[in-house]
C-alpha cells in the first residue's frame, strides 16, 4: 500500500516523577478534524520541558507549546518543515522578550521537540535535549540531536558514550527557547513507512532507560500501552524528574483505533496571563445517539429529511487556513465510554474537551462545507504521488460524490472522514434572557434635590472656615512646592499662642526639596554594572608561596615555577575605581563576524572556529590585541583596565574581600574549563555556569585567556592607585600587553587564579586568548576614601 494513505494513531503522557511537587513539562497534540485542513497541514505534536525554577519553568513550557501549536495552524507556509521552524522561532522570541521585562524570569526557558506529519511526510522540530526517535522493524535511531555540554564533549572525542551517561555536567544544556533572542532550530525532514513509530519524549524518560528497551516496549505494544509503560518503568527507577512521552504508530490507511486522546490543544491563541495547573485531561461527556446518515456508494440515495434550521448563505472556498476558520462545521462526537483514570494522566495542561483549530465563534451559524476543495500545494522536496488529490479511499470506504472528501467508514460512523450535517446537537446561537418589560423612568427623583441641598450646605461652611476663619483657628495648609505635599515649618508651634495684631504676618519661605539620590545606572544588555569605590588589588606574600607549591606538585617542569612568575602581581594595594560595566562573557564568533560584516574589523588570523557555526556561541580566538581594541572601539566600549578586570574577577562587594579564585580561596577541578575539565577546546560562553564571579562575570578562570588594555610591567610600584591604568608607554624592550585568565589548555591552578598575570606580545593571536569589552558609566567620579593598612589579598588556599 503506498505510504501516501499512511494514518498515525497517537498518544501522550505526561507525569510529574516521583520526587516533585510540580511539572515543568507539558504536551500538547493537534489532528484537525476537518479533512481539508488535515491534508493542507497535517497533524502536530509538541513536547517541552520547562526550565528556570519555581513557575518559570511552568510558564515557559505551556506558553511554547501553545505558541508552537497556534503559529503553525495560522501559517500558510507550504512547505511544512519550515513552517514549523517559524512557529517555534516565534515562540522563542516570545520568551525572550517576556523574560526581559520581568527580572525575575530571568532564568524562563524550554527546550522543545515538536512533530509535524501529513501523510508519509514527518518534520522534526527540536531545541534541547528533548528527543525524538524512530523505530522501524525493531531498531531504533535518534532522529534529534542534544544541545548540551555532554553531547559537545562526545563531538569532539573528549568522553565515551559510557562516561557521558555518568558525566557529573549531563544536565547543563547550551540551547532553549528563550534563552537568547534568536535560537537556531534543528529541522530533520523524513519519509514514513507503514509500521513505523515515532517516540518524542524529554530527558526524564532517556535518563532512566536505555535506547534498546525503549524499542522493544514501542514495538510490541499499541501507542498508549508503549507511552504508559515507558513512563512507568521512568518511576520505577527514580523517577527525580518529571517525564514525558509521546507515542505515534504509522498504520496503511486503516483510521486509529483510539481517537478520543488526552492533552489536545483548543485552537486558543497562548498568553503569559495563564497560571499553570496540574489537572486531568477531562473525558467529553457522551453525546445522545443520532439518526444513521446514508452513505454513497455509487448510486442515488435520498438522505433523510433533517430538521428545520436556519438558513445560512454557503461560504466561498477559502484562501488560506485562516479562512478556513469560517467553513468548519461541527461535528458531533461519537460516544465514547469514559477512560479509567491512570495515574499517568495527571498532566500540567488544563483539559479543554475536544479541540477545534481553527473553529468558528461561538454563536456562529454552523457554515455549509465548499463544493470544490481548492487544490493544495505540493511540498517542495520529494513530492509525495498525487498530493494535490484526494487519495483513494481502502476496501470498503467510499466517497461522497457531493464533496469529494474521503474516506467515511461503512456505515456512516463519524470522525474520520466528511462530517455530518449540522442537525439538533450542533452548537447553539446564545440569546439573551428576556427582560422584564419595565416602563422606563422620567424626570429627576426628589431624593436627589435633597441630598444636593445638604451637599451644597456643608461645602459652604467649609469655604467659611477657610477663606474667612472667623474663629482664627490655626490651620496647617499644604505646601505644594516641588510637587512633594510637605507641612510648612512654623515658629508658633514650639511658643505659647499670641494674641493676632493687626500687621500682617511674615509667611515663612518654602524650603527647598532635598535632592534625590541619584539611582544606579543601568546596565547595556550583556553587560554588568561593577559599583566605584576601593577594592584590594595584588596578592599576598601567603598567596605567593602557596600558588608557588602548588605549581611544584602539578607541573612536571618547575622552571614554570620560579617566584618571578608570581610576584609580579605585588604589592597588595587599596585602588579606588570608578564604576564601569563589563560584559558578562567573552566576545562569541557570531559577535565579532558582526564588526567583520560592517567592514570595521579583520577576520581572525585563523577561521577555523570562526566560520565554523558549531562555534558560533564560543568566544573569538586569533585576534590580536588590535583587533580587540578595534572591535570594542565600534561596539562603543574599550578594553578593560588590568584593575578593572580584577576587580570584576575576585571582588566581592558584600564582604569587601578580594579572593583567590572568583568563586572563593579554595581551587574546585571541573568548575571552569580548564584542562582539568577535560573538554580539550573552547566552549560555548554560558557553558560552565560555575565559573562567576560575585558580581556575576562568566568564564574568567577557564576557557580563554583575555586580552587587557594595559601594557605589561612587573609589580605595580608607582603606578597610582585612582583609576589605574598602568605605563602610559612600553615601559620594556620587549613589547607586552597584559593577558588575564585562564583558559581551556591551563593545567595549573595557580596559572588560572584571578590575581595571576600574563605577558603577551600585542602581535600575537592565539588559539587561547579572546578578549571582553567594559564600558564607562557616563558622569561618575571615583569616591576619594582614606587609606589604612592594606590587609591581606585573599585567604591563600591549599593547592594555590
Same mark, same amino acid.
Not at 495515574?343 to 470544490?372: F, I, K, L, N
Not at 464533496?403 to 467508514?409: A, D, E, I, S, Y
Not at 610600584?717 to 607586552?736: A, D, R, V, Y
Given at each position: 500500500?503506498?505510504?501516501?494513505?499512511?494514518?498515525?494513531?497517537?498518544?501522550?503522557?505526561?507525569?510529574?516523577?516521583?520526587?516533585?511537587?510540580?511539572?515543568?513539562?507539558?504536551?500538547?497534540?493537534?489532528?484537525?478534524?476537518?479533512?481539508?485542513?488535515?491534508?493542507?497541514?497535517?497533524?502536530?505534536?509538541?513536547?517541552?520541558?520547562?526550565?528556570?525554577?519555581?513557575?518559570?519553568?511552568?510558564?515557559?513550557?505551556?506558553?511554547?507549546?501553545?505558541?508552537?501549536?497556534?503559529?503553525?495552524?495560522?501559517?500558510?507556509?507550504?512547505?511544512?518543515?519550515?513552517?514549523?521552524?517559524?512557529?517555534?522561532?516565534?515562540?522563542?522570541?516570545?520568551?525572550?522578550?517576556?523574560?526581559?521585562?520581568?527580572?525575575?524570569?530571568?532564568?524562563?526557558?524550554?527546550?522543545?521537540?515538536?512533530?509535524?506529519?501529513?501523510?508519509?511526510?514527518?518534520?522534526?522540530?527540536?531545541?534541547?535535549?528533548?528527543?525524538?526517535?524512530?523505530?522501524?522493524?525493531?531498531?531504533?535511531?535518534?532522529?534529534?540531536?542534544?544541545?548540551?555540554?555532554?553531547?559537545?564533549?562526545?563531538?569532539?572525542?573528549?568522553?565515551?558514550?559510557?562516561?557521558?551517561?555518568?558525566?557529573?555536567?549531563?544536565?547543563?544544556?547550551?540551547?532553549?527557547?528563550?534563552?537568547?533572542?534568536?535560537?537556531?532550530?534543528?529541522?530533520?525532514?523524513?519519509?514514513?513507512?507503514?509500521?513505523?513509530?515515532?517516540?518524542?519524549?524529554?530527558?526524564?524518560?532517556?535518563?532512566?532507560?536505555?535506547?534498546?528497551?525503549?524499542?522493544?516496549?514501542?514495538?510490541?505494544?499499541?501507542?498508549?500501552?508503549?507511552?504508559?509503560?515507558?513512563?512507568?518503568?521512568?518511576?520505577?527507577?527514580?523517577?527525580?524528574?518529571?517525564?514525558?512521552?509521546?507515542?505515534? /504508530?504509522?498504520?496503511?490507511?486503516?483510521?486509529?483505533?483510539?481517537?478520543?486522546?488526552?492533552?489536545?490543544?483548543?485552537?486558543?491563541?497562548?498568553?503569559?496571563?495563564?497560571?499553570?495547573?496540574?489537572?486531568?485531561?477531562?473525558?467529553?461527556?457522551?453525546?445522545?445517539?443520532?439518526?444513521?446518515?446514508?452513505?454513497?456508494?455509487?448510486?442515488?440515495?435520498?438522505?433523510?429529511?433533517?430538521?428545520?434550521?436556519?438558513?445560512?448563505?454557503?461560504?466561498?472556498?477559502?484562501?488560506?487556513?485562516?479562512?478556513?476558520?469560517?467553513?468548519?462545521?461541527?461535528?458531533?462526537?461519537?460516544?465514547?465510554?469514559?477512560?479509567?483514570?491512570?495515574?499517568?494522566?495527571?498532566?500540567?495542561?488544563?483539559?479543554?474537551?475536544?479541540?477545534?483549530?481553527?473553529?468558528?465563534?461561538?454563536?456562529?451559524?454552523?457554515?455549509?462545507?465548499?463544493?470544490?476543495?481548492?487544490?493544495?500545494?505540493?511540498?517542495?522536496?520529494?513530492?509525495?504521488?498525487?498530493?494535490?488529490?484526494?487519495?483513494?479511499?481502502?476496501?470498503?470506504?467510499?466517497?461522497?460524490?457531493?464533496?469529494? /472528501?474521503?474516506?467515511?467508514?461503512?456505515?456512516?460512523?463519524?470522525?474520520?472522514?466528511?462530517?455530518?450535517?449540522?442537525?439538533?446537537?450542533?452548537?447553539?446561537?446564545?440569546?439573551?434572557?428576556?427582560?422584564?418589560?419595565?416602563?422606563?423612568?422620567?424626570?429627576?427623583?426628589?431624593?436627589?434635590?435633597?441630598?444636593?441641598?445638604?451637599?451644597?450646605?456643608?461645602?459652604?461652611?467649609?469655604?467659611?472656615?477657610?477663606?474667612?476663619?472667623?474663629?482664627?483657628?490655626?490651620?496647617?495648609?499644604?505646601?505644594?512646592?516641588?510637587?512633594?505635599?510637605?507641612?510648612?515649618?512654623?515658629?508658633?508651634?514650639?511658643?505659647?499662642?499670641?494674641?493676632?495684631?493687626?500687621?500682617?504676618?511674615?509667611?515663612?519661605?518654602?524650603?527647598?526639596?532635598?535632592?534625590?539620590?541619584?539611582?544606579?545606572?543601568?546596565?547595556?544588555?550583556?553587560?554588568?554594572?561593577?559599583?566605584?569605590?576601593?577594592?584590594?588589588?595584588?596578592?599576598?606574600?601567603?598567596?605567593?608561596?602557596?600558588?608557588?607549591?602548588?605549581?611544584?606538585?602539578?607541573?612536571?617542569?618547575?622552571?614554570?615555577?620560579?617566584?618571578?612568575?608570581?610576584?609580579?602581581?605585588?604589592?597588595?594595594?587599596?585602588?579606588?575605581?570608578?564604576?564601569?560595566?563589563?560584559?558578562?562573557?567573552?566576545?562569541?564568533?557570531?559577535?565579532?563576524?558582526?564588526?567583520?560584516?560592517?567592514?570595521?574589523?579583520?577576520?581572525?588570523?585563523?577561521?577555523?572556529?570562526?566560520?565554523?557555526?558549531?562555534?558560533?556561541?564560543?568566544?573569538?580566538?586569533?585576534?590580536?590585541?588590535?583587533?580587540?581594541?578595534?572591535?570594542?572601539?565600534?561596539?562603543?566600549?574599550?578594553?578593560?583596565?588590568?584593575?578593572?578586570?580584577?576587580?570584576?574577577?575576585?571582588?566581592?562587594?558584600?564582604?569587601?574581600?578580594?579572593?583567590?579564585?572568583?568563586?572563593?580561596?579554595?581551587?574546585?577541578?571541573?568548575?571552569?574549563?580548564?584542562?582539568?575539565?577535560?573538554?580539550?577546546?573552547?566552549?560555548?560562553?554560558?557553558?560552565?555556569?560555575?565559573?562567576?564571579?560575585?558580581?556575576?562575570?562568566?568564564?574568567?578562570?577557564?576557557?580563554?585567556?583575555?586580552?587587557?588594555?594595559?601594557?605589561?610591567?612587573?609589580?605595580?610600584?608607582?603606578?597610582?592607585?585612582?583609576?589605574?591604568?598602568?605605563?602610559?608607554?612600553?615601559?620594556?624592550?620587549?613589547?607586552?600587553?597584559?593577558?588575564?585568565?585562564?583558559?581551556?589548555?591551563?593545567?595549573?591552578?595557580?596559572?588560572?587564579?584571578?590575581?595571576?598575570?600574563?605577558?603577551?606580545?600585542?602581535?600575537?593571536?592565539?588559539?587561547?586568548?579572546?578578549?571582553?569589552?567594559?564600558?564607562?558609566?557616563?558622569?561618575?567620579?571615583?569616591?576619594?576614601?582614606?587609606?589604612?593598612?592594606?590587609?591581606?589579598?585573599?585567604?591563600?588556599?591549599?593547592?594555590?
Amino acid at each position: 500500500m503506498s505510504p501516501s494513505k499512511l494514518t498515525v494513531e497517537v498518544w501522550p503522557v505526561t507525569d510529574r516523577g516521583q520526587a516533585l511537587e510540580q511539572n515543568e513539562d507539558f504536551v500538547l497534540v493537534y489532528q484537525p478534524t476537518d479533512p481539508q485542513q488535515a491534508r493542507y497541514s497535517g497533524s502536530l505534536y509538541v513536547v517541552v520541558d520547562g526550565m528556570g525554577g519555581g513557575m518559570a519553568g511552568q510558564l515557559a513550557s505551556r506558553y511554547a507549546a501553545r505558541k508552537v501549536m497556534h503559529a503553525y495552524y495560522s501559517s500558510d507556509e507550504p512547505d511544512l518543515g519550515l513552517r514549523l521552524r517559524e512557529a517555534v522561532e516565534a515562540a522563542n522570541a516570545d520568551l525572550y522578550q517576556y523574560a526581559q521585562s520581568q527580572p525575575e524570569l530571568v532564568k524562563l526557558s524550554t527546550t522543545l521537540v515538536a512533530a509535524a506529519i501529513r501523510g508519509e511526510e514527518m518534520h522534526i522540530a527540536a531545541v534541547g535535549d528533548s528527543r525524538a526517535y524512530l523505530i522501524r522493524e525493531g531498531q531504533i535511531q535518534q532522529i534529534t540531536r542534544d544541545h548540551t555540554l555532554v553531547q559537545q564533549l562526545l563531538d569532539e572525542g573528549a568522553i565515551t558514550p559510557e562516561q557521558a551517561r555518568e558525566h557529573p555536567r549531563r544536565d547543563v544544556v547550551l540551547r532553549a527557547l528563550g534563552m537568547e533572542e534568536t535560537v537556531a532550530v534543528d529541522v530533520f525532514d523524513l519519509r514514513l513507512r507503514p509500521d513505523d513509530a515515532v517516540i518524542l519524549c524529554t530527558d526524564g524518560l532517556t535518563e532512566y532507560l536505555h535506547e534498546d528497551e525503549i524499542a522493544r516496549i514501542v514495538a510490541s505494544s499499541s501507542p498508549r500501552s508503549a507511552a504508559e509503560t515507558l513512563i512507568q518503568k521512568a518511576n520505577d527507577r527514580g523517577g527525580k524528574d518529571n517525564v514525558t512521552v509521546v507515542a505515534a /504508530l504509522a498504520r496503511d490507511g486503516a483510521p486509529p483505533l483510539v481517537t478520543d486522546i488526552p492533552h489536545r490543544w483548543d485552537g486558543q491563541p497562548p498568553t503569559f496571563d495563564e497560571q499553570p495547573t496540574l489537572a486531568v485531561p477531562r473525558t467529553e461527556r457522551p453525546l445522545p445517539p443520532t439518526e444513521a446518515m446514508p452513505v454513497a456508494t455509487g448510486g442515488e440515495e435520498t438522505p433523510p429529511e433533517p430538521p428545520p434550521a436556519p438558513e445560512t448563505p454557503p461560504a466561498a472556498p477559502p484562501a488560506h487556513l485562516e479562512e478556513t476558520a469560517q467553513m468548519r462545521r461541527p461535528q458531533p462526537q461519537p460516544p465514547v465510554e469514559p477512560a479509567p483514570p491512570h495515574r499517568w494522566e495527571e498532566a500540567p495542561a488544563p483539559s479543554q474537551g475536544t479541540p477545534v483549530q481553527p473553529a468558528p465563534p461561538y454563536g456562529t451559524p454552523p457554515q455549509q462545507p465548499p463544493q470544490q476543495p481548492p487544490p493544495q500545494p505540493g511540498y517542495p522536496a520529494q513530492p509525495p504521488p498525487g498530493y494535490g488529490q484526494p487519495a483513494p479511499p481502502p476496501p470498503g470506504y467510499a466517497i461522497d460524490p457531493a464533496t469529494g /472528501l474521503p474516506p467515511v467508514p461503512p456505515g456512516g460512523q463519524p470522525g474520520y472522514g466528511v462530517p455530518r450535517q449540522a442537525g439538533p446537537y450542533a452548537p447553539r446561537v446564545y440569546q439573551p434572557p428576556a427582560q422584564p418589560n419595565i416602563a422606563p423612568r422620567r424626570g429627576i427623583p426628589i431624593g436627589w434635590f435633597f441630598v444636593a441641598g445638604i451637599v451644597a450646605i456643608v461645602l459652604t461652611a467649609l469655604m467659611v472656615v477657610v477663606l474667612v476663619n472667623p474663629m482664627n483657628w490655626e490651620l496647617k495648609l499644604p505646601s505644594f512646592a516641588g510637587g512633594a505635599a510637605t507641612e510648612a515649618p512654623t515658629q508658633a508651634a514650639e511658643a505659647p499662642p499670641t494674641q493676632p495684631v493687626d500687621q500682617p504676618t511674615a509667611v515663612p519661605p518654602t524650603p527647598v526639596p532635598a535632592t534625590p539620590e541619584p539611582t544606579q545606572p543601568v546596565a547595556p544588555p550583556g553587560m554588568v554594572l561593577i559599583e566605584g569605590g576601593p577594592f584590594l588589588r595584588g596578592v599576598s606574600d601567603e598567596e605567593v608561596q602557596a600558588a608557588i607549591l602548588s605549581c611544584i606538585n602539578e607541573a612536571e617542569d618547575n622552571t614554570r615555577c620560579l617566584p618571578e612568575y608570581f610576584t609580579d602581581a605585588q604589592p597588595v594595594e587599596e585602588v579606588t575605581l570608578s564604576p564601569f560595566f563589563i560584559d558578562v562573557t567573552e566576545v562569541t564568533n557570531v559577535d565579532y563576524a558582526a564588526c567583520v560584516a560592517a567592514e570595521v574589523c579583520s577576520p581572525p588570523q585563523d577561521e577555523q572556529y570562526y566560520a565554523d557555526p558549531a562555534f558560533a556561541q564560543h568566544p573569538v580566538v586569533f585576534v590580536t590585541w588590535q583587533q580587540a581594541v578595534e572591535y570594542c572601539t565600534w561596539a562603543g566600549r574599550r578594553l578593560p583596565t588590568e584593575a578593572e578586570w580584577e576587580k570584576a574577577a575576585r571582588w566581592d562587594p558584600v564582604t569587601g574581600e578580594s579572593y583567590v579564585y572568583p568563586w572563593g580561596n579554595e581551587w574546585e577541578p571541573g568548575r571552569a574549563n580548564t584542562a582539568a575539565a577535560g573538554l580539550g577546546g573552547t566552549s560555548a560562553v554560558q557553558a560552565f555556569a560555575q565559573d562567576i564571579s560575585p558580581t556575576g562575570v562568566l568564564d574568567m578562570t577557564g576557557n580563554v585567556s583575555e586580552w587587557i588594555q594595559d601594557w605589561y610591567f612587573p609589580g605595580y610600584e608607582n603606578q597610582g592607585t585612582l583609576n589605574p591604568t598602568g605605563p602610559e608607554t612600553q615601559p620594556l624592550g620587549e613589547p607586552f600587553r597584559v593577558v588575564r585568565g585562564g583558559s581551556f589548555l591551563e593545567d595549573l591552578s595557580s596559572y588560572v587564579r584571578a590575581g595571576h598575570r600574563l605577558a603577551v606580545n600585542p602581535e600575537e593571536a592565539s588559539s587561547w586568548i579572546g578578549f571582553r569589552c567594559a564600558m564607562d558609566v557616563a558622569g561618575a567620579e571615583p569616591v576619594a576614601v582614606p587609606t589604612g593598612e592594606a590587609p591581606a589579598a585573599g585567604t591563600p588556599a591549599g593547592e594555590g
